[in-house]
């Protein structure tokens, strides 16, 4: 399997841990294997299952905890759990006023980070905070939206921290203040730049020109950052074409290639970035960037690349037309396509991939551009299912909007 190189991004992981949103290199990867696929009739075995409370920030597991955000009552809470057995060590919590301007869901949207023996976690109000790992204790806190006036857009605030270079960044989305950097020691400003407003995309880490950069696709669409002082590198327009819309999915990097991907009329891009230059690879070179929605047009779910190949689901949750496609990385053709799949979270794992679906479905099938080929199927949770799922220690772990299950792989 190919894999984004994620420098410096997440120091001092073991071997089975899953830190942050997408994982350990942040591109939906997984190293576990001799994984269990032989699942019965009804689906994988469940290990053990809890009643949480709201919320889509994904869980994640590091140090030997699970770490779950969630919210219960008018209190965001943050919770560490034995992966094990759902046992919980601590939790630590705080007032919340957030209400959806939708009625969705008035939990955190933001999967947090484990580094260095902290949690940090973003609420869907833009309550920024650094925890303790081994016990719980507040190190610091403040609000972001308070802090550089921005607004906390159609569903709340869901930018997943990226730590790189020793810096905690975030799409803010202030004037002057788009994208900013905190020290992740004191959660004090060190740098901000771009007035871009927050997107519902988190950022990723890679390595372009031979050096570290920060890459985002902010409400404008992508902007490519030096971690050291948060100068500008690259930049594309690329954004939903109609305004009352988001884009969710994060940017998959391929040594010097930057894979973006919105719903609403816009679709996929692929581009080149060298020598301060940004070139676009397909669909078309020879033109300004006009849109590609037939491709790979994902709403929020980030696509997971696989060989030379992408897997990712095209289309909306809300208008019920998403379908699981496989797309080749260098040209944009379509392999093949599973109708009405559904919305999903994928998960390259063990020589093949997993889609947690909205529907609440776990599904294993092939990585292969050659047809689809479905290896297992079972119900582990209800409708919908929003939360990106985490894979840790031979264990899945995956929440709805009101249950967390352990599933076990191993």
Request: with cysteine; glycine share 12%; hydrophobic share 40%.
């Amino acid at each position: 399997m190919t894999r984004l190189l994620v420098p410096l991004a997440v120091p001092l992981l073991l071997a089975a841990d899953w830190p942050q949103f997408l994982g350990p290199t942040r591109d939906g990867h997984s190293p576990e294997t001799k994984l269990a696929w032989d699942w019965p009739k009804a689906g994988p075995p469940v290990a053990w299952q809890k009643d949480v409370g709201k919320g889509w920030a994904g869980p994640v597991v590091a140090g030997g905890k699970l770490i779950l955000f969630h919210r219960v009552a008018d209190e965001e809470v943050v919770a560490a759990l034995d992966p094990a057995t759902g046992k919980e060590h601590w939790a630590s919590t705080y007032p919340t006023k957030y209400r959806d301007d939708f009625d969705f869901d008035n939990g955190p949207r933001a999967t947090p980070l484990v580094a260095d023996g902290r949690v940090f976690t973003l609420g869907a109000n833009g309550d920024f905070h650094a925890w303790e790992l081994a016990t719980g204790k507040k190190l610091w806190g403040r609000n972001l939206l308070a802090d550089y006036k921005a607004s906390k857009g159609f569903f709340g605030v869901a930018c997943s921290p990226l730590l790189l270079d020793g810096k905690l960044l975030v799409n803010v989305g202030g004037k002057g203040a788009g994208v900013v950097a905190f020290d992740p020691a004191t959660g004090k400003e060190v740098w901000k730049a771009t007035d871009d407003a927050a997107s519902y995309s988190s950022p990723t880490a890679a390595e372009i020109d031979g050096k570290p950069a920060a890459v985002f696709l902010t409400r404008y669409g992508l902007r490519v950052l030096s971690p050291a002082d948060g100068k500008v590198l690259y930049e594309l327009e690329w954004r939903p074409r109609i305004d009352a819309s988001v884009q969710g999915a994060t940017p998959l990097v391929w040594k010097d290639e930057i894979f973006l991907t919105v719903s609403y009329a816009t679709g996929a891009v692929l581009v080149k970035a060298k020598g301060g230059d940004l070139a676009e690879v397909w669909p078309n070179p020879n033109r300004a960037s006009v849109g590609n929605d037939k491709t790979l047009s994902s709403q929020y779910g980030t696509p997971v690349r696989v060989g030379d190949y992408l897997y990712g689901v095209h289309g909306r949750a809300d208008v019920g037309t998403a379908e699981l496609r496989c797309v080749e990385w260098k040209t944009g053709a379509v392999k093949w396509g599973v109708p009405k799949f559904g919305v999903a979270s994928l998960v390259a794992v063990d020589g093949g991939l997993l889609a947690l679906t909205e529907g609440g479905d776990l599904v294993r099938f092939d990585a292969s551009p050659d047809g689809y080929k479905e290896r297992g199927r079972g119900a582990v949770l209800a409708k919908p299912v929003r939360a990106a799922p985490a894979v840790a220690d031979g264990r899945l772990f995956a929440r709805d909007g009101s249950k967390l299950v352990c599933v076990k792989l191993k």
